[in-house]
């Protein structure tokens, strides 16, 4: 796939042009959502089809579900990479998979209090859940006690944080010892339709996703599992995916834009504009209407300028990086939710950019106490810097990691 491909999960402009006479009513369909209606396929494909022309108004009405269930709040959610590259399994959109010559962070496990320390930058930045990642098909036993041990502490520390753990595929009685050990939620993507699945990955089945869900919510987390959109799903199998979501009641769904890193097998696959972005987004919001929707990995580079626009829809994003890719700068983060006439859940009574001052002093204070490490020489895929590799392979915090590593696009563009 290129760049000059035409987006295989929209229709083109003329052919939504063409079909103008049969026009979705989207405050009427919004109007039938409130009284109780479930989205059917043929609804969804034509939010789909919404023309360029229309989609803001299409975002707009979609938007009257967004503050009637959570009022102008955004939720910033925030990431900390417990583990990172160094996967056994295959799936082609992603830096860390097994072969992967995309240049990206790769370390081990961090220590729990590096871990607890990471994520309290993020509650500092108005973050009211911490998501703790790890690579790999799924964890061990030990695995899961080293996690359990880092929720305990970080529960310790701020009792108030919702911690969302997300470890891969888990084995029977993991999910109950994360929740005894005080995390919230559990996040396992479904990714994309069942239908497109066997191309995307081949080291594990969409069913193993599926049944890691049901795992999790049977043992008390909540249940948390979004998309990737932009892999070459069809309209219909973009539908497809988000109609299994709601079947699975996942109370929060994270949209992921794919990032092409270069050294993958979607390297250069550049599907979306901003606006097939926003009817996404909007379609999400039509069929799980009361659900949390995050607009995730991605976001930055194909929304761009219409990421406030997207708030209108999606309650929540994730502030600062992502797992081994750079995001937006989180002062901006925070001020464009102030821009867009929003505040920062948990944070009601104050201007989010008298949080994003206070985060960028705090950023200040964290540079000037850090201190120069070595290198550690051991080829781990990304070009170290006087910082060292990685809390994982040499000391040091993590090498400042651009957006989108590997591919042509500029830090914070």
């Known amino acids: 796939m290129t760049p000059t491909q035409v987006s295989a999960t929209v229709l083109d402009d003329e052919t939504r042009e063409s079909d103008a006479g049969d026009a979705l009513d ?18 969804a494909l034509q939010v789909l089809e919404v023309p360029d022309s229309e989609t803001l ?31 056994p399994e295959d799936c082609t959109y992603c830096s860390q998979r097994l072969g992967s010559k995309a240049e990206i962070l790769k370390y081990s496990w961090l220590k729990p209090e590096e871990a607890v320390h990471q994520a309290g930058l993020g509650v500092a930045g108005g973050a009211s859940r911490v998501c703790m990642v790890a690579s790999g098909k799924g964890p061990s036993n030990r695995d899961v006690d080293r996690v359990a041990t880092m929720v305990e502490q970080l529960k310790d520390e701020h009792p108030h944080i919702e911690v969302c753990a997300c470890l891969g595929i888990l ?11 005080g995390a919230d939620a559990y996040n396992h993507n479904l990714n994309t339709a069942e239908s497109l699945y066997p191309q995307i990955c081949s ?29 070459g799903e069809t309209p219909e199998q973009l539908i497809e995916a988000v109609f299994a979501l709601r079947d699975l009641e996942s109370d929060s769904i994270p949209v992921n834009f794919l990032m092409p890193f270069d050294g993958t097998p979607l390297e ?45 829809v999606a309650n929540s994003f994730f502030l600062g990086d992502y797992l ?25 009574s104050r201007d989010p950019v008298e949080v994003s001052a206070e985060l960028r ?17 051991s080829g781990c895929g990304s070009a170290c810097a006087p910082q060292g590799c990685g809390p994982g392979g040499g000391g040091g915090e993590p090498v400042l990691r651009r957006r989108g590593a590997g591919t042509g696009q500029s830090p914070n563009a």
Request: aromatic content about 4%; overall charge neutral.
């Open 203 to 231: 080291t594990h089945s969409y069913q193993e996703r599926i049944d890691t869900v049901e795992h999790a919510k049977t043992a008390g987390l909540s249940p948390c599992s979004g998309l990737i959109v932009g892999l």
């Open 268 to 312: 250069g696959t550049w599907l979306l504009t901003p606006l097939d972005c926003l009817r996404i987004l909007a379609l999400v919001r039509l069929v799980c209407a009361d659900k949390e929707l995050r607009m995730a990995g991605g976001r930055e580079m194909h929304l761009r300028s219409l990421q406030s626009t997207a708030l209108e």
């Open 324 to 348: 081994t890719s750079e995001g937006q700068d989180a002062q901006k983060d925070l001020e464009m939710i102030a821009d867009a006439g929003f505040v920062v859940l948990g944070q009601e």
């Open 57 to 87: 108004a299409l975002v707009g009405a979609a938007g009257t579900l967004r503050r009637k269930y959570f009022g102008n709040t955004v939720k910033v959610n925030y990431l900390v990479n417990l583990k990172s590259g160094l996967c």
């Open 26 to 43: 989207v405050a009427d369909l919004v109007a039938r959502i409130t009284a109780g209606h479930v989205v059917t396929e043929s609804e």
């Open 361 to 377: 002093q705090a950023a200040a204070k964290v540079t000037s106490q850090t201190t120069e490490a070595p290198s550690c020489g």
């Open 171 to 181: 084995k029977d009685g993991q999910a109950e010892k994360l929740k005894a050990a």
